[in-house]
């Protein structure tokens, strides 16, 4: 297509789908300043003589962590079934459930006068998180023009960024006895906000070819490219009828059959017959051939409503199956995937094994002792920089390749977070908010934004929900034991807290390195792991 791919209405869809990893990141941060106002355990003598009013929860260090991690528990339990009810239910129509989630959390937390409930508010919100997590990366990668894949898989993390950021800036002004809850409460209103917009956005155009629903396929990707009635062109037509043919032919590629002993072969594929009821495969010729036909279709298209299908008798639950859909049990036991399972496992506990929400849950506690006065702002502008570095990066995604910039960001994290354990100990103040900042930004350079948008392309079309719940999975568990462990440790060991994040990420370095291809430029399973 002559025209460019970057167009308003894809800037519009991934800005409102990716609402939810906004929510997600201000939900991991939105404790981290109030967190002393909130547990009771800020020093609030001077603030008795202004005012006699003091709102807290009392709690220990250990029900803090609780509090914490709960919120990693409800993104656990989500995350284990998101990717079939994606596939069921629809990137949009998932998208939109959990911004139930998002909304009734913040309620119970903002209400909240007690540890129980306020836990409870915290695993709500996980649970949104938990599902947001999944669906947003694939419906990016699914309505992405190929060129900008990369670019606009990277957007997840930013927006993740841009969410831990906010609730960081609020935590300036709210962090108090009186208006901790202002803050809790915001996250309300995102929910509802995202609820009110989301409806606007089109469904993924590839989860609606694998549903057969070739028709709204079309619109949505015509919507997506920004065309409008007058607009199209022949060359138009045939490009989105020749993606909507190659997403069909993917699709009917079936996994490898599994033996009777667990194993099964790596090359063999079998052609289901397609239904001859089925929607009419339209190929190039035949558009060139009927251009003046399609173009009355079109006109039907433009002028009708995407979101009207819905109430279609073609309903989600109902709409026909001509592909295969690898279960859990197959995903795990099959040889075919056992080295993206691999891949995917490494990865996304590397995100959070490497230590970042480390500052995330805890900077303020961590640069406390650093920057008594100011150690929300110094936060705060961490974070900012985090926002810019993963912004910087994103075009970077699809020139230099995922795998390097992978590489690139573990070896600094683990380097930094070695200075930083040293410049703790030493307490050489000025060495530890560099360390505690350059681990933030080598952050932002590939373990932030890459997990997000890499599982697509270690895997087939068949087995991408599964491969997201596997994956995220573990990513949450990866995130309670951090969330829970760290302030224990930290109080046990301090600053040698980071000398084992250090070796961790070193290791995951060596992991990387050995079984985690390039995935860059290649759109087939085989083209990856050849």
């Not at 003589?49 to 962590?65: F, H, K, W, Y």
């Not at 079936?254 to 089925?278: A, N, Q, R, W």
């Not at 558009?287 to 995407?306: A, H, N, P, R």
């Not at 573990?474 to 951090?482: E, P």
Request: proline residues 4%; glycine residues 8%; hydrophobic residues 45%.
């Amino acid at each position: 297509m002559s025209r460019s791919p970057f167009t308003f209405r894809l800037v519009y869809h991934v800005a409102i789908v990716c609402l939810g990893a906004l929510q997600f990141g201000y939900h991991l941060s939105e404790l981290n300043a109030p967190e002393a106002y909130i547990s009771c355990q800020a020093r609030y003598r001077d603030f008795f003589r202004t005012s006699e009013l003091v709102d807290c929860i009392p709690m220990n260090a250990n029900q803090i962590g609780l509090v914490n991690s709960i919120f990693s528990i409800g993104g656990l339990i989500s995350a284990t079934v998101a990717g079939r009810a994606a596939d069921r239910f629809g990137r949009r129509g998932l998208t939109m459930i959990n911004c139930i989630s998002y909304i009734i959390g913040p309620a119970i937390m903002s209400v909240s006068t007690n540890f129980y409930v306020l836990m409870l508010g915290r695993f709500i919100s996980g649970l949104g998180s938990g599902a947001s997590l999944i669906v947003i990366p694939m419906y990016l990668n699914e309505i992405s023009p190929a060129a900008m894949t990369g670019m606009i898989g990277a957007m997840c993390q930013e927006f993740v960024n841009i969410g831990i950021l906010t609730a960081q800036v609020f935590g300036i002004f709210f962090s108090d006895f009186t208006k901790w809850r202002v803050i809790v409460s915001i996250g309300g209103i995102l929910g509802l906000v995202n609820l009110l917009l989301i409806p606007f956005c089109v469904e993924s155009p590839k989860w609606l070819t694998l549903r057969n629903r070739i028709h709204d396929a079309r619109v949505a990707l015509i919507k997506l490219r920004g065309l409008s009635h007058g607009e199209v062109a022949e060359a138009d037509l045939i490009e989105i009828d020749e993606l909507i043919e190659s997403w069909k032919e993917k699709s009917l590629k079936t996994v490898d059959t599994v033996d009777s002993g667990g194993s099964s072969s790596d090359s063999t594929y079998s052609e289901p017959v397609e239904d001859t009821d089925s929607v009419q495969k339209i190929t190039a010729s035949q558009i060139v051939s009927e251009i003046g036909k399609q173009q009355e279709v079109l006109s039907t298209i433009l002028s009708s409503e995407e979101g009207s299908t819905l109430q279609s008798t073609d309903s989600i639950a109902d709409a026909p199956h001509n592909f295969h859909q690898v279960s859990y049990k197959e995903f795990l036991t099959s040889r075919r995937f056992r080295r993206p399972l691999v891949a995917i496992v490494g990865i996304l506990t590397a995100q959070q094994f490497c230590g970042i929400n480390t500052m995330i849950f805890y900077g303020v506690t961590i640069l406390s002792a650093l920057f008594p006065t100011a150690a929300v702002l110094v936060n705060v502008l961490i974070s900012l920089l985090n926002c810019i570095v993963n912004l910087g990066v994103a075009p970077l995604v699809d020139r230099v390749g995922r795998r390097p910039l992978l590489l690139i960001s573990i070896g600094g994290m683990s380097t930094s977070s070695f200075l930083l354990a040293f410049g703790i100990l030493k307490n050489v103040t000025a060495l530890s908010g560099v360390a505690a900042t350059v681990f933030v930004a080598f952050f932002s350079v590939g373990l932030g934004p890459i997990p997000f948008l890499i599982i697509p392309e270690l895997t087939e079309a068949s087995s991408v929900g599964v491969a997201q719940s596997v994956g995220f999975t573990c990513n949450w568990i990866a995130v309670f034991l951090v969330g829970y462990l760290f302030p224990i440790l930290n109080e046990l060991i301090g600053g040698f807290v980071f000398f084992v994040l250090s070796g961790i990420a070193a290791c995951y370095f060596v992991f990387t390195w050995k079984f985690v291809p390039e995935t860059k430029g290649k759109t087939t399973f085989e083209a990856v792991w050849s």
